[in-house]
């Protein structure tokens, strides 16, 4: 797995490694010519000369437009009728150099952005990274009318319109339908804010040297793109040959209410899909029945209620120390704070969730999590985060920044849901689950994963020599997520409920 495929990096990085690069002796123009040629057999790949297709290249000022013009100068070689927009009165040398021998070859040169309707598809090469201001006229009004035509688009290293970092639309965008990332993976194609701009993202690397990279990101790079080589690499996780259950993680499940009942189930197909040796969870005791009827194999506690039908606390026999994780949340209501404060006071790594975070946002206690003496894992979506954090997460611009900030805050690991899961751990590192799917957004998905999370952590700590606890909990983000996207697979997105994706959760464990 090389570095390339995991690291991910800001505009600022991404300037500051070609610096190096280019100071070390790297000729720019070599350069534009490896890449121009890297991606013209992209995207011969994407689209092969069959019929002589036609293709409109958008061609911009700086050197991402001289990366296309290269891209347009190969594919007119190869048979492909190429017509080239570019509405800038002044580009760079080097790519104003390219722009004369395209026309001295004969390549078309269009007045009008209406002249491209009649392509079969486009390539992008307005802008690159590093883009900062809103696109105006007549940039803007172009953009929009070429998302109009709903054509093909292939954007060179990120679609035009985009903020690097953030992902954020800066005014518009290019709608594209294929993403081909240059040399490192940008931060913003792998954030919620870019995902119905950027298409089919792939990694194109061009042989950037191992020692630059390094000299600007470091050799555990800050921010990370999880692959399923580094999943693969953690799972499954290992058994000894001769072993017993309580030696595979003894996971304590606290969840469920008498007017959520399927929160607790929930939570539990996804921790006994994790492989744990030991289930055991706490309900209202009305529930006890249902819950030995749906997972017979776990150990159902059935525990005092409230008049609201909420655990009011645990059984004196409960005795947290001898579970390896606890989760706590999904359906519990917060008519249950009681039972949140006794397993915050606990020593017991702890998954906190839906209602469990909601009753943290309520005691306002969030610095405090730095206190306790075992891991807090905080699972929240968007608005559990805005409530967790009010300072933080009012639009939460950049994900990977507020995720950061909110796990260095609360001394916590974070795991900020969404398209794009964003793991931070309390040193600063973040990992980005870069694949997920819309089957996903129905009710009881992150029950699901709180329980698979809440296993994985289990196993892991009960283990001689245990992993991170942000280990288990990136790894359960991505088989929660190839779960759903096999799921929706066989079963097309309105297929996958919760229950559902609980069954497939062991197809991705496989890998």
């Known amino acids: 797995m090389t570095l390339s495929a995991t690291v991910v990096v800001t505009a600022e990085q991404m300037r500051a490694i070609e610096g190096r690069v280019f100071a070390a002796g790297m000729p720019v123009s070599a350069l534009m010519e490896k890449v121009g040629g890297l991606l013209s057999r992209r995207i011969q790949a994407l689209f092969p000369q069959e ?25 007119h070689f190869r048979g492909y ?31 009008s952005v209406v002249e491209l309707q009649g392509c079969d598809f486009l390539v992008d090469g307005l802008f690159g990274f590093g883009l900062t201001r809103n696109l105006e006229a007549p940039i803007a009004p172009a953009i929009d009318q070429i998302n109009q035509f709903q054509k093909p688009i292939v954007s060179i290293d ?14 518009t965008a290019i709608r594209a339908t294929h993403t081909l990332c240059l040399g490192l993976w940008k931060q913003g194609l792998l954030q919620d804010h870019a995902l119905e701009f950027v298409g089919h993202a792939e990694l194109l690397e061009f042989d950037l040297p191992s020692a630059d990279i390094e000299a600007i990101v470091g050799t555990t790079p800050a921010v990370q793109r999880v692959t399923p080589a580094w999943v693969h ?57 249902l819950l030995v009827a749906q997972l017979p194999d776990a150990l159902i506690l059935g ?43 606990s020593d017991r790594p702890l ?19 730095a206190c306790r003496r075992a891991m807090t894992v905080l699972t929240p979506h968007q608005g559990e985060f805005q409530r967790l954090f009010p300072d933080l997460g009012n639009g939460l611009t950049c994900r990977v920044t507020a995720t950061r900030a909110a796990a260095e805050q609360s001394g916590a690991i974070v795991l900020l ?7 931070a751990n309390a040193d600063g590192q973040v990992w980005i689950n870069p694949e997920s799917t819309p089957a996903l957004a129905r009710g009881g998905s992150g029950d699901v994963l709180t329980g698979l999370t809440g296993g994985f952590l289990a196993q892991h700590l009960v283990r001689g020599t245990p992993l991170p606890g942000e280990t288990a909990v990136v790894t359960a983000a991505w088989c929660h997520a190839q779960a759903g996207i096999r799921a929706a697979h066989d079963r097309t997105e309105l297929g996958v409920d919760a229950v559902t994706l609980g069954h497939y959760l062991a197809t991705a464990l496989m890998g």
């Open 417 to 423: 849901k969404g398209a794009r899961i964003t793991v």
């Open 158 to 171: 990120l679609p035009s319109g985009l903020q690097t970092d953030t992902g954020v639309m800066l005014g």
């Open 81 to 111: 009728r190429v017509k080239i927009y570019s509405p800038f009165t002044k580009l760079k040398e080097l790519t104003e150099a390219h722009a004369q021998y395209a026309k001295n070859l004969g390549v078309s040169f269009l007045d």
């Open 51 to 75: 019929r002589s297709p036609q293709v409109g290249v958008l061609v911009g000022p700086g050197h991402n437009g001289g990366d296309a013009l290269v891209v347009a100068r190969e594919l």
């Open 303 to 345: 525990c005092p209620e409230t008049e609201t039908g909420a655990i009011a606390h645990l059984p004196p026999e409960v005795e947290l120390s001898k579970f390896q994780a606890i989760a706590c949340g999904p359906g519990l209501t917060t008519d249950a704070a009681a039972i949140v404060r006794s397993v915050l006071a």
């Open 351 to 369: 998954v906190l969730d839906a209602d469990g975070l909601n009753v943290l946002a309520q005691m306002g206690t969030i610095p405090t999590l």
């Open 233 to 289: 690499a953690h799972l499954p996780l290992p058994r000894p040959a001769s072993t017993h259950k309580y030696r595979m993680g003894h996971l304590l499940l606290i969840c469920g209410s008498e007017r959520y009942a399927g929160g607790a189930i929930l939570t539990g197909l996804g921790a006994r899909a994790s492989g744990v040796g030991m289930l055991s969870i706490a309900v209202p005791a009305s529930l006890k029945p």
